[in-house]
Nanobody, 124 residues
């Protein structure tokens, strides 16, 4: 089974950028759908972005369209989330997740493997 580890979180001022990485080990990374989600204390985990195993299909939450870009490098078993024009409301713990399917999904219930999360804090 794939194991996931996020990195790249941190503290940034509004308008700034961060790039999150999610490295996969074990399993077959190149044939799985990858998703990014985020969660703030007391709230449900929200969909951010997802990418098909080829990289040819991407989905984004409306709140991040035009600012965030999801990509993957199957040779490096890594998926990325480039976050630009960050806003204070983007502050959350960000998780990457893997889905053993060819179909991209936006519900956290459709993903079976999760990383430990990385904190992103955007100051105003």
């Amino acid at each position: 089974q794939v194991q996931l580890a996020e990195s790249g979180g941190g503290f940034v001022q509004a308008g700034g950028s961060l790039r999150l990485s999610c490295a996969a080990s074990r399993g077959t990374f190149s044939t799985i759908v990858m998703g990014w989600f985020r969660q703030v204390p007391g709230k449900e985990r929200d969909f951010v972005a997802a990418i098909s195993w080829t990289g040819g299909t991407t989905y984004y939450a409306d709140s991040v369209k035009g600012r965030f870009t999801v990509s993957r490098d199957n040779a490096k078993n890594t998926v990325y989330l480039q976050m630009n024009s960050l806003k204070p409301e983007d502050t959350a713990v960000y998780y990457c997740a893997a889905r053993q399917s060819v179909r991209v999904a936006t519900s956290p219930h459709d993903y079976g493997t999760w990383g430990q999360g990385t904190q992103v804090t955007v100051s105003s």
